[in-house]
C-alpha cells in the first residue's frame, strides 16, 4: 500500500508538471524555461513542485535550507496593506509562520520609506518546501525570502502585471559598487531585516554591503548578518534561523564574529583586481538532483499529508 501510494504521488505530480503549462520568469524580466517531465522523473523537486498547498500538519521546518521540506506552511496573502507578493504563478508565497510574519513586519517599515509603499516580494517557500523546479538550491524549509529591490509603489498590480514587472539592479562594476538605483531606503530597509532577532543571515552583492559599512553611523552589531554573496543585485535574500523548539531543522553555523565589513571590502578588491587563476584547478563535482529518499525521512509524510 505504501509502495502504491508513492508511485501514485508522483504520478500526479508528474502530470500536474507536464499539464500546467506555465512559463517562469526571473524578476529581471527573463525567461526560465522549466524542465520537461521526462528530465525530473523520480526526483524531489517533481512531488514537491507540484504540491498546490500546504499539508494538514503543525508547522515545522525539516532538514536545512538547501536539503529539506516543510510542514503545515502558512500562505502570505497575495495582497497586503504594504506588500504583493510577485510571480504569483510559481507559487511560491508560502513559508512557515515566522517568516510569514517577518515579511509582514519588513513591509510595514518599508512604508516608512520615502517613495515606498511597501514590499514586493519574490520566493519565499513552495506550499510544502523542498527542492524547486527552476531557480535556488535552498529555500527549501520555508525560512527564506526574496525581497526585490524595486521599490514598492503601487500595491494594486494585477496578477499579469506582477508576472511580467522587473525589479531593477542596484549594483555598478560587477557588484563591485551601488548604482544610482540604490538609496538610504535599502539600507534601512536591510537594517530592519537584520535586527530582528529572528533573522541568521542576509544575501546581498558586495558592494552593497561595503556601502553598509561606510553608511551606517551608530551601532553595528547587525552588520555582521549581512553577507556578501554572488548576484543579488535584483533582490535581497533573508534567512531566518531555526525557530525555537524545531527539532527536525537545521541551522547554518553562524556567520564570524565581527561586522563583516573587512571580508566585504576583499570581495570588491578581487572583483575590481581579480586574482589569477589556479593553474590546477580541483574539478567540480556535478551536484546531484535530490530524490525525496535523500531528504529528512519526514519528508515522505509531508507529501502524503491531505
Avoid at 114 to 143: A, C, E, F, I, K
Avoid at 279 to 295: G, M, S, Y
Amino acid at each position: 500500500m505504501v509502495k502504491f501510494r508513492r508511485t501514485f504521488s508522483l504520478m500526479l505530480a508528474l502530470s500536474l508538471v507536464a499539464c500546467s503549462g506555465k512559463s517562469d520568469t526571473n524578476i529581471d524580466g527573463t525567461q526560465v524555461k522549466e524542465p520537461a517531465p521526462a528530465e525530473i522523473r523520480g526526483l524531489a523537486k517533481a512531488a514537491f513542485g507540484a504540491a498546490r498547498v500546504g499539508s494538514s500538519q503543525k508547522s515545522a521546518p525539516l532538514g536545512g535550507y538547501a536539503r529539506g521540506c516543510l510542514a503545515g506552511s502558512e500562505q502570505l496573502a497575495e495582497t497586503g496593506p504594504t506588500w504583493q507578493a510577485m510571480r504569483l504563478s510559481r507559487n511560491r508565497n508560502w513559508g512557515h509562520p515566522e517568516l510569514v510574519n517577518m515579511v509582514q513586519n519588513l513591509s510595514k517599515v518599508a512604508a516608512a520609506q520615502p517613495g515606498w509603499n511597501g514590499l514586493y516580494v519574490g520566493d519565499m517557500s513552495q506550499p510544502r518546501g523542498g527542492p524547486m523546479l527552476t531557480g535556488h538550491r535552498s529555500h527549501q524549509v520555508g525560512l527564506d525570502a526574496d525581497i526585490w529591490m524595486l521599490p514598492a509603489t503601487n500595491l494594486n498590480l494585477s496578477v499579469t502585471e506582477r508576472e511580467n514587472i522587473s525589479s531593477i539592479s542596484t549594483r555598478r562594476s560587477s557588484g563591485a559598487f551601488t548604482n544610482s538605483s540604490w538609496s538610504r531606503a535599502h539600507h534601512n530597509i536591510i537594517k530592519a531585516a537584520a535586527k530582528d532577532k529572528r533573522t541568521a543571515r542576509i544575501f546581498v552583492f558586495p558592494g552593497a554591503k561595503v556601502q553598509m559599512c561606510k553608511d551606517e553611523k551608530g551601532n553595528r552589531d547587525w552588520l555582521r548578518k549581512v553577507r556578501p554573496w554572488y548576484g543579488h543585485h535584483y533582490h535581497f535574500h533573508v534567512r531566518l534561523a531555526c525557530p525555537r523548539g524545531a527539532k527536525g531543522c537545521k541551522d547554518q553555523t553562524p556567520p564570524p564574529a565581527g561586522d563583516g565589513c573587512a571580508d566585504a571590502q576583499q570581495w570588491v578588491n578581487n572583483i575590481l583586481n581579480p586574482p589569477p587563476p589556479n593553474p590546477n584547478p580541483t574539478p567540480r563535482k556535478k551536484r546531484r538532483e535530490f530524490t525525496v529518499a535523500d531528504l529528512p525521512q519526514q519528508c515522505s509524510n509531508v507529501l502524503r499529508s491531505q
